[in-house]
């Protein structure tokens, strides 16, 4: 696999597990074809968006139905394509109208138009270094993007689809998981 060879942490799981949270009981699963990194739920519970190993993309899981609706790909170019890389970042703005996703080797974020059934590919911004977790602000105004690769955090302006700035969170910090708060 890709993503082993890069020397990647991997799993032999390849499924999204179902879960009754009255019993703790998983009650389905749902393949994925292989490992299924971050994930992001619709707010309405219907729609689970995952990021699984050695796809450049996601898979839009229909959670009522138990299955795999739509393999969504990055658009990439012939030279981008030659990389290997992995998604492994993904957020649905909070009014759900597009997802956000990142591209660790090409230090990208793929935004879709999440408004049909098919989510459809409409930008695409730089970022940091190896880019990982997306998580928006209340208001979906700003998107922050953690770059492992360089200890930075993008800051990017959700509408006008550009990064603002780059914090700077230390040597070595390697941010991940965020949390924005207002206060």
């Known amino acids: 696999?890709?993503?082993?060879?890069?020397?990647?942490?991997?799993?032999?799981?390849?499924?999204?597990?179902?879960?009754?949270?009255?019993?703790?009981?998983?009650?389905?699963?749902?393949?994925?074809?292989?490992?299924?990194?971050p994930i992001v739920l619709s707010r309405d519970g219907k729609r689970l968006f995952v990021n699984p190993d050695d796809f450049m993309g996601f898979l839009v899981l229909d959670i009522p139905g138990r299955k795999v609706l739509h393999q969504v790909a990055y658009e990439l170019t012939k030279e981008e394509q030659a990389v290997p890389s992995r998604s492994h970042g993904i957020g649905i703005t909070p009014d759900q109208r597009e997802v956000w996703s990142t591209d660790t080797a090409h230090s990208l974020v793929h935004v879709f138009d999440n408004t049909k059934d098919l989510p459809r590919q409409i930008a695409r911004v730089g970022t940091g270094k190896t880019p990982y977790w997306v998580t928006f602000t209340p208001e979906g105004k700003t998107v922050y993007i953690a770059n492992t690769g360089d200890d930075t955090v993008s800051v990017i302006d959700v509408a006008a689809k550009e990064e603002r700035t780059r914090i700077q969170v230390g040597k070595g910090k390697a941010p991940k998981r965020l949390l924005v708060l207002t206060v």
């Not at 890709?2 to 999204?16: F, I, R």
């Open 1 to 37: 696999e890709k993503v082993a060879a890069q020397g990647l942490p991997t799993s032999l799981n390849k499924k999204v597990y179902i879960v009754d949270t009255r019993t703790h009981t998983v009650t389905d699963t749902i393949a994925t074809g292989n490992t299924p990194r």
